[in-house]
């Protein structure tokens, strides 16, 4: 299966840093999948996300994207293939939705950024699919967490890219839409061609919903692999230093079976 980003045994060290950020990382992001990076803060996750994008200069060892290493690609190239969605970003100007996730076709329109019935029509796609297309003339500000989160998941869909990374992109959801973002982000990866790359705290929604996982613990892989091989009591105690259960999800559905952990209380 053809990779989309190949990492070669990456290292990377902030300025400021005592240790390593990440150290002798090496993964490969199959094409039309969905990839969880998992970790306890502070592992690396959103490091080895912006040195996969090539947003962090310094990184010894190799990031290739499509085949071709990340530096040879332009931003503006690059922007054409791949939406990135923050955990969060300030807001300089009072943007409404929709002038937001019109923003996502910049890649796509002139010099002079005019924007046509295609630009249009992709824009209210990205809003409908998103689900923020009654939120089309509120302003930024205004919104809620979640509902300015998924405003940027729109502004993601409108660059109509094959490739899709975010950082968190649940973080500040309630139930009811930590549940539909991952049914969107496993439906896109559903779609021919299009590969979804997620940073995430919620273990039981990655084994669920990703076709393989890598996890991370003071910037090194601790396990890679399909979810049930990744998340093991073993393995989930040394990372996070807590007890815990793993148990198969019961269904009923296609996630049946998953892997779900269990955090236990301490004995008192």
């Given amino acids: 299966m053809t990779s ?4 070669d045994r990456v290292s990377f060290q902030y300025p400021t840093g005592r240790r390593a950020a990440l150290s002798d990382i ?3 992001v199959p094409s039309g999948e969905l990839f969880a990076i998992l970790g306890p803060n502070g592992s690396g996750k959103s490091t080895l996300l912006q040195v996969m994008l090539g947003e962090l200069s310094g990184a010894k060892g190799a990031v290739e994207f499509m085949g071709q290493p990340i530096q040879r690609w332009s931003r503006r190239a690059i922007a054409a293939q791949v939406a990135f969605v923050p955990q969060g970003e300030p807001m300089a100007f009072p943007l409404t939705v929709r002038q937001l996730v019109e923003m996502g076709r910049f890649p796509h329109v002139g010099i002079l950024g005019r924007t046509g019935p295609e630009d249009r029509a992709a824009v209210d796609r990205a809003m409908e699919r998103a689900g923020v297309q009654e939120l089309a003339d509120r302003v930024i500000s205004t919104l809620s967490g979640g509902e300015r989160q998924r405003a940027r998941i729109a502004r993601a869909l409108a660059q109509e890219p ?3 990374v975010l950082d968190e992109p649940t973080a500040a959801l309630d139930l009811h ?6 049914e969107l982000m496993r439906g896109l990866a559903a779609d021919s061609g299009f590969t979804v790359v ?3 705290h919620n273990l039981n929604l990655a084994a ?3 076709s393989k996982l890598v996890l991370l613990a003071d910037g090194r892989i601790q396990a890679t692999g399909r979810p049930e091989s990744v998340l093991t009591d073993e393995t989930l105690e040394k990372v996070y230093r807590w007890p815990v259960v793993v148990a198969p999800h019961p269904g009923p559905g296609p996630d049946a079976g998953s892997p779900q952990v269990l955090p236990l209380r301490k004995q008192t």
């Avoid at 989309?4 to 990492?7: D, E, I, M």
């Avoid at 839409?177 to 991952?182: A, N």
């Fill in 177 to 182: 839409y930590e549940m539909e973002t991952f």
């Fill in 208 to 210: 669920r919903y990703s």
């Fill in 198 to 200: 997620l940073a995430t």
């Fill in 26 to 28: 090496s993964l490969e």
């Fill in 162 to 164: 094959s490739t899709m």
């Fill in 4 to 7: 989309v980003f190949s990492v």
